[in-house]
């Protein structure tokens, strides 16, 4: 697999911009332009298998920390270990810095098999739980709030 960084305003972002909105609800996806235009403080790689995308993630970086905002793989390609490799991709990448993510809390909801189901995979991949609660907004000023760190 390949990963090739994107630029925001290229013809590649329609095909991640539409697995963006497929793989994430309304209420967690967030105003890229405002991330990429305003504050010039993303980055979008997406992840290709003979010239196919299977996958993309968007991180945000402030200091020593690469914070995950969006990790997505295509449906079709889910559950063939490609997820853990964008992990290890970025891990090897960012080696000097710390990495964050959040995600969801475990509580009784309609997605709770689902929350279960990806802190495991998180768990797996190395990530451990910070003990700590979500912050309300990044340093960086990405807007999102981060909980779980490698």
């Known amino acids: 697999m390949i990963r090739k960084q994107i630029d925001f305003h290229s013809e590649e972002i329609k095909e991640i911009r539409t ?7 309304k209420n967690e996806q967030t105003n890229l332009t405002w991330l990429f235009d305003n504050l010039h403080k993303g980055i979008i790689y997406g992840y290709y298998q003979e010239e196919k995308l299977i996958g993309f993630t968007i991180i945000c970086i402030h200091h020593q920390i690469v914070s995950i905002l969006y990790l ?12 853990s490799h964008i992990l290890e991709d970025l891990s090897k990448e960012y080696a000097s810095n710390r990495i964050m993510l959040d995600i969801e809390q475990i509580k009784e909801c309609k997605n709770k098999e689902q929350r279960i189901k990806r802190k495991q995979f998180y768990l797996r991949n190395g990530f451990q739980e910070t003990g700590g609660k979500a912050r309300p907004e990044c340093d960086a000023g990405c807007g999102k709030r981060h909980g779980a760190g490698k």
Not at 19 to 25: E, I, S, W
Not at 72 to 83: I, M
């Open 19 to 25: 697995l963006y909105q497929q793989a994430f609800p």
């Open 72 to 83: 997505a793989v295509k449906e079709e390609y889910r559950n063939c270990g490609y997820g």
